[in-house]
């Protein structure tokens, strides 16, 4: 298995929105709001770095975020 820390800026009024639609998804296993630099971090265990990018991918493409940083697991 592949751990990785997902970092989401995402729009000031769609913070709460990003984290539930996060905790919907299977390989999210901790998500939060923080502060700083990011507004949102999403930790995930998946089967492989090529899912990493998927899923990425995928929350990168939620309404609400702007954008993602990958800090992955070596």
Known sequence: MV???ILIKAKTKSVFDV???LEQMEEVEDTFP???????VAFIEVESRDRVV???RKINSLEGV???ETLLEV
Do not use: N, W
């Not at 923080?34 to 949102?40: A, I, Q, T």
């Open 34 to 40: 923080v502060f700083g630099r990011f507004d949102v």
């Open 19 to 21: 984290v539930k639609q």
């Open 66 to 68: 702007i954008r993602t």
């Open 54 to 56: 998927e899923l990425a």
């Open 3 to 5: 751990q990785a820390c």
